[in-house]
């Protein structure tokens, strides 16, 4: 009997809304602080960084479903559903009794999920008479997905890319140029975030710290300019929800629901995207034990290692005080090749949901991460980005449990992006000249011991 | 008014055949010969070379339809349909009446057409205990869906990738490593047809018709394996009749008929595959004025500037002959970035209906199909191929043509693959160093003089 592969949603079927989680946690995160007052941060403080709609999304805690703007549906519907497919291969060569599926965000035009949040980002933008924007991205599925959305709003963007991804990437940078934006390698001397960090390090490689300070700088001295941020923030987990809801919805299809929803994990939007939505149902029904399971890696273990306090959302320390689980803001990660999952800290809301122990890590070694991606690429096709190969490789693990246990599980994972920008990457893997990297204790102790302690 | 932007079928709306034109065809095309008798060709005649599902389908000339074998349907399913999109954001951007509609192929998998025909040949490979598969492949997209749809059924493949391609694309190389194949940069030493042209001239970089002759050289001289070619045969054209059946309920479903249908064109296989299903409309109803439009590059023009004539499909001559428009099987085209349009030749099929008028062809330069290709890339946000972006050309030159005459007609064009592994040459395209060129008549006739008069 033929076997549905891949469930698709019509465009009629498309949410309408995305799904605010704060709304539904009884305990709620505690607020984000103003790093000069440490006073619990307002609206109004957030007017200098970013557009209106973005800010005042940012701290609705009372809505749980927000009406995705007209305007952003249609932009949507380009590329949206994405397909939620059935893994067959991947089941097969592992042998196991787990149901196997996947979100297919990399087919979206840009090539990842961070599309979804870029659209109603440029468009807060556009509507609210704003000219100028910039950003930060680190391996550039980030940079590429706001330089699409700004050449969409004829909006001017300016992109702060990590150095060493700027270097091994360039084809990166091809893409974010061809859209139309201005991209520079961070730390840069444009600004003084950059060119402090330069002047204390000359060989400094940059991380998305580094990158945010700049961007948020250079945002804030620039007229009629706002700063944009892919991932961490609550308005952006809000509106990477769109993922979930209709994997709710195609899971449906399938006729299955989840025992495990699975994400790689640097800020926290992909897995916020796909979780969340399902979480939604557990958080008013205690007989659902589904298990949400973040994927980071091995080298930046915040979620698995990181304390819980109020940090910096960037290196210099522009941002509000995040409450979250963090490595220090002025962590320095090892060279993975996952460069979006290179940062120091999880968003308030993931933070405070690990807290609560409503999900969990798994912590992912870079070899691992590319033993699953291969595997993937054989069986399903698609070259997985570095960073969701986190994912697959948290799929493979806990598909394995499930064949020595004789149990069948249903298993959701998203698989954020596609790596054919980062094909380098794969070479030095087939090369075998990839290392795995384990952060000591006393590193870490060392990136604790400069934080301000606030909680 | 909300306004669909995608056409997708459901999976039990997929086709369950492929659309043979040959038979509809009234006058056929006249027969390929043996490269040695200069008989025409019989089925037995192409077994050392294809499997023997290949070389039968190759020969029919009577059936219009032919079933999809249900497991090739069902690999099929993973990524089709693939969706039709109404270009909204380049029609805005031209302020053109036209309605222009575009076929996605660059959302399989492997970023192309190609998967279409490389998973039934590698299926009958798989079905007659074929354990060994070679093939060519000039700028990597025809090498990677082989190599996917090999590694889906257990085959060894080695590709033959045109050297120029080889040393300027080496991600594609990796690409098709990770699927487990063994790439070999044409001209090489691993063959007489190799060793003989780097005698005559070591710093060849290569062409298709040298790495054809490589990989069939191969194939013969090793036991129990094949050759797979993806283009310009006819078998090919038949898997590849799958885009424009879908396209044609697609179409239906948008509530419109095109009034040209726009494919680029290096052997003929995507042209085919968009083509053939609305020509055979056409064939039967002489009321349809629909325009076929083969978009070649101006530096690889056999359609609008080749000699009608038996040609082999190889440099070497391994071949049948097959009745082409051709610019001789010894021609070196320039060094365009749009690899997979460099071959001397069209597919027979093609070749007859551009003798009868059936079709048409554009010729396109360099910088207007990347002039084309950065526009579409801002407004519909796709990177395309640098292959696709000759249709992307000709469908702005039709789209203006509409603006200037005040006519509203309906456009189709293939999006055949996607560009993001062609980066470099967007990098200098973008740095301003990419040329045009075009044949001068000397050129030409010199490669004329050389072909034996068989017609």
């Known amino acids: 009997m033929s076997k549905t592969k891949r469930f698709i949603l019509q465009e009629e079927q498309l949410p309408r809304q995305w799904y605010n989680i704060v709304a539904d946690m009884k305990v709620k995160p505690i607020p984000m602080l103003h790093p000069g007052t440490k006073q619990p941060i307002k609206e109004e403080d957030l007017h200098p960084i970013f557009?209106?709609?973005?800010?005042?999304?940012?701290?609705?805690?009372t809505d749980r479903f927000i009406d995705i703007p007209e305007e952003v549906r249609e932009k949507y519907k380009y590329?949206?559903?994405?397909?939620?497919?059935?893994?067959?291969?991947?089941?097969?060569?592992?042998?196991?009794?787990?149901?196997?599926?996947?979100?297919?965000?990399?087919?979206?035009?840009?090539?990842?999920h961070k599309l979804n949040t870029a659209i109603p980002q440029a468009y807060y933008c556009k509507k609210e008479?704003?000219?100028?924007?910039?950003?930060?991205?680190?391996?550039?599925?980030?940079?590429?997905?706001?330089?699409?959305?700004?050449?969409?709003?004829?909006?001017?963007?300016?992109?702060?890319?990590?150095?060493?991804?700027?270097?091994?990437?360039?084809?990166?940078?091809?893409?974010?140029?061809s859209y139309g934006a201005t991209v520079i390698a961070s730390p840069s001397m444009s600004t003084r975030a950059g060119r402090d960090i330069i002047t204390r390090n000359p060989n400094y490689?940059?991380?998305?710290?580094?990158?945010?300070?700049?961007?948020?700088?250079?945002?804030?001295?620039?007229?009629?300019?706002?700063?944009?941020?892919?991932?961490?923030?609550?308005?952006?987990?809000?509106?990477?929800?769109?993922?979930?809801?209709?994997?709710?919805?195609?899971?449906?299809?399938?006729g299955e629901y989840p025992d495990m929803v699975i994400a790689c994990f640097g800020g926290g939007s992909n897995f916020a995207g796909i979780a969340f939505p399902f979480m939604k149902n557990s958080l008013r029904d205690d007989s659902l034990k589904t298990r949400f399971i973040a994927a980071e890696p091995a080298s930046c273990p915040k979620?698995?290692?990181?304390?819980?306090?109020?940090?910096?959302?960037?290196?210099?320390?522009?941002?509000?005080?995040?409450?979250?689980?963090?490595?220090?803001?002025?962590?320095?990660?090892?060279?993975?090749?996952?460069?979006?999952?290179?940062?120091?800290?999880?968003?308030?809301?993931?933070?405070?949901?690990?807290?609560?122990?409503?999900?969990?890590?798994?912590?992912?070694?870079?070899?691992?991460?590319?033993?699953?991606?291969?595997?993937?690429?054989?069986?399903e096709g698609i070259i997985p980005a570095p960073e969701s190969s986190h994912a697959i490789a948290a799929t493979v693990r806990e598909a394995l449990k499930c064949k020595e246990e004789g149990v069948k599980k249903t298993i959701l994972f998203n698989l954020s992006g596609h790596g054919l920008i980062d094909m380098s990457s794969y070479d030095?893997?087939?090369?075998?000249?990839?290392?795995?990297?384990?952060?000591?204790?006393?590193?870490?102790?060392?990136?604790f011991d400069k934080l301000e302690k606030i909680i």
Chains 1, 2 share one sequence.
């Open 303 to 379: 979620m698995s290692k990181g304390i819980f306090q109020y940090d910096f959302g960037d290196e210099t320390g522009y941002t509000p005080l995040i409450p979250m689980y963090t490595l220090g803001h002025t962590f320095a990660p090892a060279n993975i090749h996952a460069g979006g999952l290179r940062y120091h800290g999880a968003g308030a809301i993931v933070s405070e949901l690990l807290r609560q122990g409503r999900m969990e890590a798994a912590d992912i070694k870079q070899l691992e991460a590319f033993d699953a991606a291969l595997l993937f690429a054989k069986v």
């Open 51 to 61: 557009s209106k709609e973005a800010s005042r999304l940012e701290l609705n805690q």
């Open 129 to 177: 008479g704003i000219t100028n924007v910039t950003t930060e991205t680190g391996a550039g599925q980030w940079g590429t997905a706001l330089s699409y959305a700004c050449s969409l709003y004829g909006l001017e963007l300016a992109v702060y890319m990590v150095k060493i991804s700027y270097e091994q990437k360039p084809y990166r940078r091809s893409i974010m140029q």
């Open 428 to 447: 030095r893997y087939l090369a075998g000249d990839l290392e795995n990297y384990s952060l000591s204790e006393e590193e870490l102790q060392k990136n």
């Open 205 to 254: 490689q940059g991380s998305l710290g580094t990158a945010i300070s700049e961007a948020i700088e250079l945002a804030t001295q620039t007229t009629n300019c706002k700063y944009s941020l892919g991932s961490v923030l609550n308005h952006v987990f809000l509106h990477q929800t769109v993922i979930g809801l209709e994997a709710e919805k195609q899971m449906e299809m399938a």
């Open 79 to 112: 590329y949206r559903s994405t397909p939620l497919v059935r893994a067959y291969g991947l089941e097969k060569a592992l042998d196991t009794p787990a149901h196997i599926y996947f979100k297919n965000e990399s087919v979206s035009p840009v090539g990842s």
